[in-house]
């Protein structure tokens, strides 16, 4: 399985983010080891998606970074 997921930030921003582990990826960002959001702590998971598909879910992911997907998350997902 592959998931896709949003946190929720310290400053009220979003980082959205893909993995095949999702429980470890996200105590990594928990915990501060990932340096994109290690000085925006603390985060909460706001969404998260599974995937079959590899591809679909990074498909997913990116779609989710352009102008149209922030409207989209914005209105059906946070």
Known sequence: MY???ILKLRDDT???GYSSELKSRIKNHVQ???PQTR???P???VFYAVFESKLKALHFEQY???GSGFAFRNKHLI
Do not use: E, I, Q, W
């Open 3 to 5: 998931y896709v997921y």
């Open 14 to 16: 979003y980082y959205m």
């Open 32 to 34: 501060g080891n990932v």
């Open 39 to 41: 000085s925006l702590r």
């Open 43 to 45: 985060l909460t998971l």
């Open 64 to 66: 989710l970074k352009t």
